[in-house]
Nanobody, 122 residues
Framework: QVQLVESGGGLVQAGGSLRLSCTAS????????MGWFRQAPGKEREFVAA???????DYIDSVKGRFTISRDNAKNTVYLQMGSLKPEDTAVYYC????????????????WGQGTQVTVSS
């Protein structure tokens, strides 16, 4: 079993920045690719970013150049640095883990966090 706990959400003005953190416990962190998903009101959950144990990353097109995913394997923590935020980035952001890279990006996840709200005002 893996527990994922997110933090760092909040209210920010458009153009601002936030950093989300997700700390994992319970299983070997290196077994998992880690990712961030988001769900806005009335919309389906969507993939945002993912990172392999080795550090390889992938992003949804709408956040490329604005968001950066990273991980500190010694701290069992993954981060999402969000910059140049837009109102359309408003959503609940979820940390997720999966053993398979394709499963992670496809939303077929082994573990989820409880989510953290990010609200971007215009």
């Amino acid at each position: 079993q893996v527990q994922l706990v997110e933090s760092g959400g909040g209210l920010v003005q458009a153009g601002g920045s936030l950093r989300l953190s997700c700390t994992a416990s319970g299983r070997t962190f290196r077994d998992f690719g880690m990712g961030w998903f988001r769900q806005a009101p009335g919309k389906e959950r969507e993939f945002v970013a993912a990172i392999r144990w080795s550090g390889g990353t992938d992003y949804i097109d709408s956040v490329k150049g604005r968001f950066t995913i990273s991980r500190d394997n010694a701290k069992n923590t993954v981060y999402l640095q969000m910059g140049s935020l837009k109102p359309e980035d408003t959503a609940v952001y979820y940390c997720a883990a999966a053993r398979s890279w394709s499963a992670l990006k496809g939303g077929r996840l082994d573990y989820w966090g409880q989510g953290t709200q990010v609200t971007v005002s215009s």
